[in-house]
T-cell receptor, first 109, second 122 residues
Framework: KNEVEQSPQNLTAQEGEFITINCSYS?????LHWLQQHPGGGIVSLFM???GKKKHGRLIATINIQEKHSSLHITASHPRDSAVYIC???????????FGAGTRLTVKP | DAGVIQSPRHEVTEMGQEVTLRCKPI?????LFWYRQTMMRGLELLIY????????DSGMPEDRFSAKMPNASFSTLKIQPSEPRDSAVYFC????????????????????FGSGTQLSVL
């Protein structure tokens, strides 16, 4: 079993829909990152979380440390949000980074 | 700042050749990370440096891989000899801080990625 599991693997939505991507992990962590990889390959760090909730524009990220779960929400989705979203956690024991397999989001106009 | 700069963007080489990937982190960032991304294994952390010193290289696949950071503004990842299974996209990232257990996490730990080097070993 992977230490970081993301769901769904693939997600297709219509423009304007509310999107939720989930990340569950099995190790103790000191931080969780949400990354966005564009179709061209570039990677952008969206959020770094250790507790609670963060919001940036239409993006919201939450984390529940007790449940070892994080969600990334996109409100009023737009075709330009189409990308692969990757969850990454940093182990509290050895600072190792572990990555989810990614969620491929396609937003259709 | 121009962000994290990697070169080359693309590299095609023959099996057995030496490959050197280069990275210039954002000025002032204390931490530099090398990642590899493949379809099969996704993103993997290979090694990271703090203040030019390698801290954790447990992700480096084997002795054919080596990484150096001779100064705060430059790092290399070398593969010698290269093999077809090394074909991947190699990303470099930097961050201001990486406190871990030593202190609270903050926005200073945000990772900034380079554009990646697409390596193809034939």
């Amino acid at each position: 079993k992977n230490e970081v599991e993301q769901s769904p693997q693939n997600l297709t939505a219509q423009e304007g829909e509310f999107i939720t991507i989930n990340c569950s992990y099995s190790v103790g962590i000191s931080a969780l990152h949400w990354l966005q990889q564009h179709p061209g390959g570039g990677i952008v760090s969206l959020f770094m979380l250790s507790s609670g909730k963060k919001k940036h524009g239409r993006l919201i990220a939450t984390i529940n440390i007790q449940e070892k779960h994080s969600s990334l929400h996109i409100t009023a989705s737009h075709p330009r949000d189409s990308a692969v979203y990757i969850c990454a956690v940093r182990s509290i024991n050895n600072n190792d980074m572990r990555f989810g397999a990614g969620t491929r989001l396609t937003v259709k106009p | 700042d121009a962000g994290v700069i990697q070169s080359p963007r693309h590299e095609v080489t023959e099996m057995g050749q030496e490959v050197t990937l280069r990275c210039k982190p954002i000025s002032g960032h204390d931490y530099l990370f090398w990642y590899r991304q493949t379809m099969m294994r996704g993103l993997e952390l290979l090694i990271y440096f703090n203040n030019n010193v390698p801290i954790d290289d447990s992700g480096m696949p084997e002795d054919r891989f080596s990484a150096k950071m001779p100064n705060a503004s430059f790092s290399t990842l070398k593969i010698q000899p290269s093999e077809p299974r090394d074909s991947a996209v190699y990303f470099c990232a930097s961050s201001l801080k990486f406190l871990g257990r030593q202190g609270p996490t903050s926005s200073n730990e945000k990772l900034f990625f380079g554009s990646g080097t697409q390596l193809s070993v034939l």
